[in-house]
């Protein structure tokens, strides 16, 4: 590993592009991007760095990371436009990439989309039945349809040259909108280098030869760009570096890498990264079969246990629980689950059968059942936090409130009567509230053990099985202690926090191993016997899937991770995984691996004591609404905090929680400010910062911003990358969308500036940055048929250059910027970085009139109005994200436009039409009050049936200034005709008569 303090690079005295723009400060396709960071975000296991541990949620794109990273690296030239066409051929963005990223289209599916003139060249054909002799098809052109000639069948020719075949591929995505040919292709990360980029060397060296580059892989031209631009190769720095994306993705790069954290999970996911996935084939070799070695000793060990196998030899794969408790009004013990089916697919349910004499109830498991039977299974014995179960005819109801005893102490804490879990134990006691059941075991027939496809089969628990529970049970409390003392199974207690306070409070466990069951702690124990590192990481990995909070999946009948979503949640009934299933968690798949030939460092740290340097510090830091990992990892520490293997024992295995930075408090910016000094000082002058965050509220924009400033940074540019998502564990339209700063250090000396001096320095900057990119938008509209950049994008570049003249000063109205920066907030306050922002978005928002409405008409309407025709506007070109609605509302300071929207889900966002209005949200509300409220009224009426001069009538009675205002009226309702024609066609005749009736009226 390469140390902080290490030069291992030759470094030039004077780089020649030392002090030359990045590519990143110029230009930036942010919209392709988001489209491909989105297909990313979705790919689930498909993820190169998931195969670590899917519970670190917080990763960022690696293609984000990677487009970072070229940004930062690749020079602006005088040449804007092909400057973006380079970069997007280095991203596999442009045309031509699509063809080689292997999109899934048939020979069919592309001679409907071409035209082609001599198309037998590249296909061959087989026909059944067709009404047209061969000899006329060969006489054929593209575009063909399928069924146009009957029974035509068309395929590839074999000997069809690879760089052919992916140019007609490329041509038949060509009139797509760029996320559906993302979405038809493969991420670039999937395909081979040297196919994908092989062919865009030649002009990638002829646009930057000027500088001396030639190179012919992303490792050579970033070895070459850093020389040029730092004296040596580039090293890149992250001191949040969480799962270690950055890291990952900038070593792949070919930059050397410094990566540190304050959390050891992080630490050990970022060294996984880099030593793991970024491992030698040889390696990897070895790492494969040191795993298959612990595996093996595993299951030789549980098999010899007897503990899996029933009497006809068939294996358990998973192991259903759920709680029971007893009714406090009939004094019958209930099974706890909100649901008793266990497989969809199967037709498989549990079915409750009452023993009066025991006053409990046995569960039997029935398959292959009705769907009225899987239909009543659903309805479980937990519904709306209550217990309800039927017995003889009657249906008795409790709280689980009620149950646990919930109460509020003197201070106000909510409490309640569970007992507390001690530390010797792990499964409740006899007079407890909640206790704990086997109700089935799905089961791998003998016949199928060890083979790809098993038959499987669900049954009900027999007196054979309970007596091997009770005997892992009993292994368990013999060896608990030791195992605590050997640091095989945690002892660490839980502390209280956000998330992990419900734990005590729901079920009463205090202590980290008490998450797991007598069959989870014995068989994690086991695996944790093998030291190593790897398995150190898939013994983390499999906890996640294997604990007492993994819920149990009827649609795919398997227990799910706990962390997938960043909370402890407790469960009624949960699934345990029989070592076969384990596996499959603790397993670490290596087909995504990629050899790393860079130095790197990985080390645990507090990010304001760094002493490494870098080039380019990227990252993703905590911020106002972040995940509390100081909190949740802590589920992880615990496994390995007695004794870690090398070198994860160089580290401090606790969570740190008093030094984590988090909240969105005075000492959370102040902690900001000083890890951000602590970066600045650890750079050279023309090194920059890349700072990437998931912002919800504009109060987290403004934190941040002065965060930078008070760190001696200047804002360069920002850019906007939108990741919705329609997941529904995101509930209420939870929506996330990455902004990216990029900053430098600012010039030194001091710098005096007052309000009044430095607004019109804004507006100017604003508008010279906005018309210059609204210039680039034009040409390539022009050239390519779409424009670089949204008015998202526009927005965005609107607040970077307010802030970039705001953080170009050390002093402020008098007051020194880190004092300015770091005063604590007055509920209310309107601070200087607020008002600069809403001078630049007042500014950009003059400069964004959509196309076909008069600049007039923009200028005198309100925020509401802007809003409305906006995105009536956006709506044209198929944007249908909420996060576009959410930003221009901000923008144009609307605080209620959900007034407005039909719909506010999170990819099929849309506006209401005058038709969805109802009347009394056009009478005296926001919208309603304004000229365009009174035009949707007309619009109503008339698509009411009510006649022309009546409606005309009507809206001259409800505006007193009607004549002044008839330019307006008429440009408005002109200006919805148009862009509702093909949407909404009746709303735009309608729009269209108003428009004409305003027009040609006599005064």
Known sequence: MLAPQQEQTLCLEA??????????????????????????????????????????????????????????????????????????????????????????????????????????????????????????????????????????????????????????????????????????????????????????????????????????????????????????????????????????????????????????????????????????????????????????????????????????????????????????????????????????????????????????????????ASPEEMAAAEQGTVQQGQMVYTLEGKTYRTSIKTLRGDYRDAQGVNRNRLRQWEKHDFRPQPEDVFQERLYSIQWITQETLGKSRQQTYFAPVTEEDRARERQVEQIVAENLASWQEQGLVPDMAIEPGKETTRLQRERGWRYWHQLFNARQLLISSLFCKHRHPVSAICLLKAADWNNRLCRWEPYWAKSQQVFYNQALNTFYNYGTRAYDMHMQAYDLPMRRSQTLDVSNYVEMLDCRSITAVADLWITDPPYGDAVHYHEITEFFIAWLRKNPPAPFNEWIWDSRRALAIQGASDKFRRDMVEAYQAMTEHMPDNGRQCVMFTHQDSRVWSDMAAIFWAAGLQVINAWYIATETSSELKKGGYVQGTVILLLGKRPPGQRAGFTPRLLPQVRKEVNAQIQDMMHLNARTQEQMGAPVFTDSDLQMAGYAAALKVLTGYTEINGEEVTRLALRPRRKGEKTVVSEMVQQAAATANSLLVPEGLPKATWEVISGIQRFYLRMVALETTGASKLDNYQNFAKTFRVDNYQAVMASLKPNRARLKGAQDFKPRELAGTEIGETLLGQVLVALQELLGEKEPPIVMDNLREALPDYFQQRPHLQAMAQFLGDQLAQRRPQEARAAEIIASRVRNERL
Request: hydrophobic share 40%; aromatic share 8%; net charge neutral.
């Open 15 to 368: 780089p020649p592009l030392k002090n030359t723009p990045a590519l990143l400060e110029r230009v930036f396709p942010a919209q392709k991007i988001s489209a491909e960071a989105q297909k990313e975000r979705k790919a689930g296991s498909g993820k190169t760095l998931t195969a670590l541990g899917s519970y670190w949620k917080g990763r960022k794109p690696l293609i984000l990371v990677r487009a970072l990273i070229l940004g930062s690296l690749l020079p602006a030239t005088d040449d804007p436009e092909t400057d973006l066409a380079i970069f997007e051929q280095l991203m596999a963005l442009d045309e031509a990439s699509f063809g080689r990223r292997e999109p899934k289209l048939s020979a069919a599916q592309v001679a409907a989309r071409i035209t082609l003139p001599r198309p037998w060249d590249y296909f061959d054909y087989s026909f059944k039945d067709a009404t047209v002799e061969p000899t006329k098809i060969e006489e054929l052109t593209f575009p063909l349809r399928a069924g146009d000639i009957p029974g035509l069948s068309l395929r590839w020719k074999r000997a069809i040259p690879l760089a052919d075949k992916q140019t007609l591929l490329a041509a038949a995505l060509k009139e797509l909108p760029y996320p559906d040919k993302v979405a038809l292709c493969k991420r670039p990360e999937e395909c081979d280098p040297a196919t994908l980029y092989g062919p865009i060397w030649d002009s990638v060296n002829q646009h930057l030869g000027r500088f001396g580059v030639q190179a012919h892989s992303h490792e050579e031209l970033v070895a070459q760009l850093g020389m040029l631009r730092f004296g040596h190769r580039p090293r890149v720095g992250d001191t949040f570096c969480g799962s270690g994306s950055i890291p990952f993705e900038a070593a792949r790069l070919g930059c050397e890498v410094y990566a540190s954290d304050l959390n050891p999970i992080a630490c050990m996911l970022t060294w996984g990264a880099l030593n793991i996935i970024g491992a030698s084939p040889e390696r990897r070799d070895e790492i494969a079969q040191a795993q298959q070695a612990v595996a093996a000793a595993v299951n030789q060990e549980i098999t010899a246990l007897g503990i899996e196998h029933n009497s006809q030899g068939d294996r358990a794969k998973a192991y259903l629980y759920c709680l029971e408790t007893r009714c406090p009004e009939t004094g019958w013990q209930v099974p706890l689950a909100p649901s008793w089916v266990i497989s969809k697919t199967r037709q498989v349910y549990a079915k409750l059968i009452p023993n009066p004499r025991e006053k409990r109830f046995e569960i039997d498991i029935v398959s292959g």
